[in-house]
């Protein structure tokens, strides 16, 4: 069965650092891949996605994620980080196959001090 | 823009009760899709639908029902409401490209609460 890994559940940062987070995922064949992200009080949205092309791929609000197919890896990352990012951040995956739903991680809660 | 609408932000219902949830996108997207978000377990598949009638299980379909009698429409029904099923739920939609998923589009959430 596929299944999504997030490697930290809470990541606290000071405004400007950078910062990275990771996602790998166990499927074997080609996949679809989707960083979520949910401000507080606020809806699931998408920050990218990567179909197919070049692996680095740039988002929203100057996010952008590498997919490293050789390490099941769609690690997602920021240069400078502000107060705004505050969210949680969900990694998911889909298997490009018909009847096959997306399978998120369990997120990771970023922290942002000003 | 995609808009999917949930019924209600927050219901409060007692054990033992039939709760209906309601979920309605208006993209014409042939994919519907109910989770729930509980912390440190991320979002969980209930149950999905691919066409009008049809449905599948996803990960964790024990304790609900769902109902797809309308394209835009995708209802979760809780037969007997349960304090374990005190959650966030969400909705979301998604259209069907060449037979693959998209970027699944979410609805504010449902936070239930089963006393």
């Known amino acids: 069965a596929q299944s999504v890994s997030q490697h930290n559940h809470h990541v606290i940062l000071s405004e400007a650092a950078s910062l990275e987070l990771g996602c790998n995922y166990s499927y074997g064949g080609t996949v679809n891949l989707f960083w979520y992200v949910q401000y507080p009080g606020q809806h699931l949205q998408l920050l990218l996605k990567y179909f197919s092309g070049d692996p680095l791929v740039k988002g929203i609000k100057g996010f952008e994620a590498e997919f490293i197919k050789s390490k099941f890896s769609f690690n997602l990352r920021k240069p400078s980080v502000q107060w705004s990012d505050t969210a949680e951040y969900f990694c998911?995956?889909?298997?490009?196959?018909?009847?096959?739903?997306?399978?998120f991680g369990k997120g990771t809660t970023l922290s942002v001090s000003s | 823009d995609v808009k999917v609408t949930q019924s209600s932000r927050y219901l409060v219902k007692r054990t033992g009760e039939k709760v209906f949830l309601e979920c309605v996108q208006d993209?014409?997207?042939?994919?519907m899709f109910w989770y729930r978000q509980d912390p440190g377990l991320g979002l969980r598949l209930i149950y999905f639908s691919y066409d009008v009638k049809m449905k599948e299980k996803g990960d964790i379909p024990e304790g609900y029902s769902v109902s797809r009698e309308k394209k835009e429409r995708f209802s979760l029904i809780l037969e007997s409401a349960s304090t374990n099923q005190t959650s966030m739920y969400l909705c979301?939609?998604?259209?069907?490209?060449?037979?693959?998923?998209?970027?699944?589009?979410f609805g504010p959430g449902t936070r239930l609460t089963v006393l």
């Open positions: 993209m014409d997207h042939e994919n």
């Open positions: 998911a995956v889909n298997a490009r196959q018909a009847g096959t739903a997306l399978i």
């Open positions: 979301a939609s998604s259209p069907l490209a060449g037979g693959r998923h998209n970027e699944q589009f």
